[in-house]
């Protein structure tokens, strides 16, 4: 042993009283990165150092604590004077002397809520002066105190300590009473008025700061809505319109319409937003700007979609060659009605538009937030953890680089060392860099490539799917010649593999009547699984009527003496996909359809209609029996009838005791009606579920 006994500093001796204390430095450090007490140990171990105690951790933070407080409300007490000599200089004063300004306001929240859980423990908002840009006032409301509920749940009194609880009510209400207090506080701290508020669409802060009159009676408070929140609330509500299979006039919308509105989404925003710049410019009335902005905006749907009839002369030159105008059709199924209501909140909050005035000040201060509580990841809320996060934010949002050398100048009173001093002049370079290579090289627009889910992820791409939808259509495609061939060589139906096959990527007659009376709200991919992956079952309803279909066929051409000729599957020489499969075939002109029912086997047809044992038949005012026009068999026949050419179907229903007959006439109004609805449900739910299957 050498015996030798030294004293090992971790900081120079000599400088110690400009330094900030190691401990302290690094609980500054971890709370600027968004980290914690548990974040810093783990750093500790992979650089083998020893750990801080949470006791130890918490004696650093509560120092830290109080200059981050005291230098937040410093910041915004002088960004408060300088907004308030830029009113003066523009002579924004009221009747009592006192400036007037327009403020920027915005909330957030410990966590997401990602739209479900609006449960969050601590809230944010804040004041942003809208000259300036920089913050007025951070408000933070505490639902949680570890301290407190920690004694409550032993059932003994609190000891004395500082209370971080400062709400009880909801976490959605936070916000509001943040800005209100802001707005109550405005006089006394900065001696400012905040007359006017740029803000998002949440109704509630100002409705509060009515009933609050913060300035009195005399004084009423404008909003002004942020332009960006209007047009993405426009652009939400239209790719909600685009989801719909039906318009709100209850009328079926073709895939194309639909299809065409999402891929102009955005250039109907660009259009509205062009047409606010230019409003702007001109040399005009208030009034006069905001009665030409609506024009513009209720003309722009027209203008993206090929009507220019209205259109300034700024705003287009007229037709486009081999564009179409597709606002007729889009009129006729109600869509347009739905396109412009969709942009009726924009009508409404016109003036804001003209203003063109965002709330992107606070949300980049909202942002600085996220960093300074690792990301919302963290739950810094159970003590006071998320308010000193908060006011760094402050600090870091109106210093910027100057940040930690006012932090460290507050702690020490001295400027700080100079591997700090060197990186905020790195930061600091970095940023006047950016600033001047922006002024000198505008960003150039680059085409953005979508990465929309995939077979991987949810499902397949639109594009890829429509391709492959084409390719599907065309080999389905067939001429007349090929129709007719197909029919004759299906013939045996159920016992033909082609049948089976030519069948099997086709909406047949059979299933007309469940896809027609789908109801709007009900998913439809389940009916179409049902479709494209069922097989022949083996019942002993479906051995019965295979094996009673030839008697049946038998006893009809007796008593009609009619010979009836078997045949195959009939395929649309319009629509393709469409296909059906009559039990037999008189003539060009007629065709029938024989129904064998299981369960009343031991009765004949016309006592089980009597007796109401047959769902789809009734019995008319003249005491003939008729099928149903609203059951699944009535679809069925128009079907069969509108695709084969007939006039008239002979729908047979046959027991061993004998049959009844309805001579159906076609009814072309009817499947008129019905086809774009089996058409929307092929082209967009089907044929996607056997892409999947094939």
């Known amino acids: 042993m050498c015996n030798t006994e030294r004293i090992l500093c971790t900081e120079n001796p000599n400088q110690n009283e400009d330094k900030l204390n190691v401990n302290s430095a690094a609980v500054l450090g971890f709370v600027s990165a968004g980290l914690g007490h548990s974040a810093m140990n783990e750093i500790n171990a992979n ?51 006192i400036p007037t300004i327009t403020v920027i306001a915005d909330g957030a929240w410990s966590k997401r809520s990602y739209k479900v859980n609006y449960d969050a ?14 913050l007025l006032f951070v408000g933070i409301r505490n639902k949680y105190c570890s301290i ?32 209100v207090e802001g707005f109550q506080q405005s006089i006394s701290m900065h001696g400012l008025k905040y007359t006017q508020l740029v803000g998002d669409g949440d109704s509630s802060v100002l409705k509060k700061l009515c009933i609050a009159k913060p300035y009195g009676h005399k004084v009423s408070i404008k909003k002004i809505e942020c332009v960006n929140h209007l047009l993405r609330n426009y652009c939400s509500k239209l790719r909600e319109v685009c989801k719909q299979r039906y318009s709100s006039k209850k009328k079926l919308v073709v895939p194309y319409l639909r299809t065409t509105l999402g891929n102009n989404i955005m250039r109907l925003r660009i259009g509205i937003k062009k047409a606010i710049l230019y409003r702007r410019s001109q040399t005009l009335s208030l009034e006069q700007q905001v009665e030409l902005l609506s024009k513009d905006i209720a003309n ?30 889009m009129i006729e199924c109600g869509l347009f009605d739905d396109i412009e209501s969709s942009g009726k909140r924009l009508v409404q909050n016109v003036h804001s538009l003209i203003l063109n005035m965002k709330n992107n000040a606070a949300e980049t201060y909202n942002s600085i937030v996220c960093k300074f509580v690792g990301g919302k990841r963290i739950n810094f809320s159970v003590k006071n953890s998320y308010e000193v996060r908060c006011k760094a934010a402050a600090i870091c949002y109106n210093k910027k680089e ?26 600091k370079r970095k940023r006047e860099y950016n600033k001047i290579r922006k002024e000198l090289f505008p960003r150039l627009k680059k085409r953005k490539t979508a990465a929309p889910p995939d077979e991987n992820y949810g499902r397949t791409e639109i594009h890829e ?3 492959k939808r084409d390719e599907l259509l065309e080999y389905l495609s067939k001429t007349e010649d090929e129709i007719k061939d197909i029919e004759i060589n299906t013939r045996g139906q159920s016992s033909n593999s082609r049948w089976k096959q030519e069948r099997s990527s086709r909406l047949t007659a059979s299933n007309f009547g469940a896809v027609c009376k789908l ?3 009900t998913d439809p991919s389940k009916l179409a699984k049902n479709i494209v992956c069922s097989e022949f079952r083996n019942s002993a309803a479906i051995k019965w009527g ?14 009609y003496e009619d010979l009836v000729s078997d045949c195959g599957l009939f395929i649309d020489k319009e629509n393709c996909f469409l296909g059906a499969s009559p039990d037999g075939i008189i003539d060009p002109h007629h065709i029938v359809e024989i129904k064998c029912p299981w369960s009343i086997r031991d009765l004949s047809p016309q006592q089980a209609v009597n007796e109401k044992k047959i769902k789809y038949l009734k019995i008319d005012q003249n005491g003939d029996v008729r099928l149903k026009e609203n059951h699944n068999y009535y679809f069925q026949v128009q079907g069969q009838l509108a695709i084969t050419g007939a006039n008239y179907c002979y729908f047979v229903v046959w027991t061993p005791s004998g049959l009844i007959v309805d001579k159906i006439e076609k009814n072309i109004s009817f499947w008129e009606n019905n086809v774009p609805k089996l058409k929307d449900f092929y082209l967009n739910v089907m044929a996607r579920e056997i892409l999947k299957n094939s």
């Open 300 to 329: 722009c749907p027209k203008h993206v979609f090929g009507q220019h009839e209205s259109c300034d002369s700024y705003f287009c030159q007229g037709n486009k060659e081999g564009e179409v105008n597709i606002v007729p059709d």
């Open 47 to 97: 650089l083998d150092l020893p750990p801080m105690s949470y006791r130890q951790y918490s004696k650093h933070h509560e120092i830290i604590s109080d200059v981050i407080l005291q230098t937040a409300w410093s910041s915004m007490e002088e960004a408060g004077k300088e907004e308030a000599e830029l009113a003066k200089e523009v002579g924004d004063i009221d009747d009592d002397g």
């Open 519 to 521: 109801k709007s709200t």
């Open 402 to 427: 100057e940040y930690l050398a006012l932090l460290h100048k507050n702690l020490t009173g001295r400027s700080p060392g100079q591997f700090a001093k060197k990186y905020i002049a790195r930061v």
């Open 465 to 467: 799917f429509e391709k």
């Open 546 to 559: 295979i094996e009673h279909e030839a008697t049946a066929k038998l006893q009809f051409e007796n008593d």
């Open 121 to 134: 423990l601590s809230g944010v908002a804040c004041i942003v002066g809208a000259r300036t840009g920089k």
């Open 148 to 179: 407190c509920d920690r004694c409550s749940s032993k059932n003994i009194p609190s000891p004395a300590h500082s209370c971080c609880k400062n709400w009880t009510g909801s976490s959605t209400a936070m916000e509001s009473d943040i800005i």
